[in-house]
């Protein structure tokens, strides 16, 4: 499968990059709520974390059911994957960090939040998507359009209609790793 492919490389990239510029995978810990890729101790609120393969999958027939509606493969391979904190990266549109989920709770949280998202996207009367990755602006996010598996970039309560990618593996082959400065 070419997301997956897509995607672990990109994995790979990211952490070769992060140890080519000396700098380490960390976010802000919840010791109430740990995850199976963090690595070593919480120090000062922060914890290191490495992308780990899910163990189980993440099941998403709860959304599908609540919804009436299948979501579309890659967007439910893109979150079954990887446990993670999200990865910053550079796309020739800008800067975005892909959304991970951090553990069973955290996939509770964005399932709840995919429902929410396409309430919202059917009460506008739009195209329904769903996010997988965020920008330096709030009100923008990158989209997997559910009907046909392209990616765009969508603004907060709009229609989508800058097209950035045919689907999902296709955009992120064209990403760059970074930091989260500015993110």
């Known amino acids: 499968m070419a997301l997956a492919t897509n995607y672990s490389q990109f994995i790979q990239q990211a952490i070769q990059w992060h140890q080519q510029h000396n700098l380490a995978l960390s976010t802000l810990a919840d010791p109430a709520s740990p995850s199976p890729c963090q690595v070593g101790a919480i120090v000062d609120n922060t914890v290191q974390w490495q ?5 189980p999958a993440a099941d998403f027939s709860n959304v599908e059911q609540a919804l009436e509606l299948k979501l579309h493969d890659d967007i439910k391979a893109f ?3 990887y446990y993670g904190a999200g990865l ?3 796309h020739p ?3 975005l ?40 602006d ?5 989209s997997v359009l559910n009907s046909t598996g392209e990616v765009y970039l969508e603004h907060v309560g709009r229609e989508v209609t800058e097209k950035l990618a ?3 593996a296709d955009f992120l082959a064209q990403l760059t790793p970074c930091s989260y400065d500015g993110l």
């Not at 992308?51 to 163990?55: I, N, R, T």
């Not at 009367?125 to 965020?134: G, L, N, P, S």
Request: no cysteine; hydrophobic share 45%.
């Open 138 to 142: 709030d009100a923008v996010l990158l």
């Open 51 to 55: 992308p780990l393969l899910q163990q």
């Open 166 to 168: 045919d689907n999902l």
């Open 79 to 81: 979150y079954q994957l």
């Open 97 to 136: 960090a892909l959304l991970m989920v951090w553990n069973s709770e955290d996939i509770k949280r964005l399932q709840e939040n995919i429902i929410g998202h396409i309430l919202m996207k059917r009460r506008l009367k739009q195209r329904e998507t769903v996010f997988f990755a965020t920008t330096e």
């Open 93 to 95: 549109r800008g800067k």
């Open 88 to 90: 910053a990266a550079v």
